[in-house]
DNA sequence: AGCTCAACCTGCTGGC
DNA sequence: TGCCAGCAGGTTGAGC
């Protein structure tokens, strides 16, 4: 579920049922999360007030009085604030209870997700947490532009595709939007990456900012009352240009769109349209 | 240093 | 209907 438009949706919507709530209590059923959430960390977090919520690529970061909450929701998570009473589904794994009466809940089937505290400020754990400290630029962000795609791929050989997916280079392009986006920038995701020019990263930062901002709006529509539902996945299906639709025509030239595996991701493409 | 691959999980779909 | 293979929106870490 989560590319970077669902993650920043979900924080625009618990961001206001969370901030300046006191966390009662944090209520782990599972632990057993892509990192174990460590035992000590309930009672570290009982009783701190949630300050501030922001994001760093797809990590939601929760500031509270003494240190952050570091979250993620790996492939399937989602958060979503209920009734604390309301009682827990399958792979509800996390309860974090507020004052009010509500909890955060986190579920997770596949439980690629990740809850960790830090000790640090969410600033200070952007910079020097070991999951945050070497990640690239955040694609909305004006660092990020041709140049620096430019720059960082005269060095290495691999698909253009995967380099636009390494959060080392940039941060938050998944395997949705890497695909939609080298369509609109008529790329083929295969070209290797150091074999592009800086005209054409231009063109593709463009594009990248283009599509994430518009998808934030749609997941905001998709996903607005996620705190009541869990949001509508078929929903964003219909404006994906090539991602899922191997064999149907492309929107551009009709020629049918192909499928192939670079680096272990499944990729579309128009054969025609992109070079 | 850069690249590829396996691994972490459950759930769904499509073929037989 | 049931079984099984294959695939899924992410990320890390080992090994070449």
Excluded at 55 to 78: A, V
Aim: glycine share 10%; hydrophobic share 35%.
């Amino acid at each position: 579920m989560p590319e970077l438009p669902e993650v920043e949706t979900t924080l625009r919507g618990i961001r206001p049922r969370l901030e300046g709530r006191r966390i009662d209590r944090l209520l782990v059923r599972e632990p057993r999360l892509r990192q174990p959430i460590p035992p000590e960390t309930a009672a570290l977090v009982a009783g701190q007030t949630v300050g501030s919520l922001s994001r760093r690529s797809k990590y939601l970061l929760i500031g509270l009085d003494r240190g952050s909450l570091i979250l993620h929701l790996g492939m399937s998570g989602s958060l979503r604030v209920v009734d604390a009473e309301s009682p827990p589904k399958r792979h509800d794994h996390v309860d974090l209870a507020l004052s009010d009466g509500h909890c955060l809940r986190f579920h997770d089937p596949r439980r690629f997700g990740l809850l960790l505290w830090s000790e640090d400020s969410p600033e200070l754990a952007g910079l020097r947490h070991p999951l945050l400290s070497r990640l690239g630029p955040e694609p909305l962000d004006a660092a990020f532009d041709g140049g620096h795609l430019y720059r960082l791929s005269r060095q290495r050989r691999v698909a253009v595709k995967s380099f636009l997916m390494d959060a080392a280079v940039v941060v938050g392009i998944g395997n949705i939007y890497a695909n939609e986006s080298l369509f609109l920038a008529r790329i083929h995701p295969a070209r290797a990456c150091h074999r592009i020019g800086l005209d054409r990263y231009g063109r593709l930062v463009e594009v990248v900012r283009a599509v994430l901002q518009a998808s934030i709006t749609q997941g905001g529509t998709t996903l607005r009352d996620f705190v009541k539902d869990d949001g509508n996945p078929g929903y964003f299906a219909q404006s994906l240009r090539v991602y899922g639709r191997a064999g149907e025509p492309c929107v551009q030239c009709g020629t049918p769109l192909r499928q192939q595996r670079i680096g272990q991701r499944s990729s579309f493409y128009c054969p025609r349209c992109q070079h």
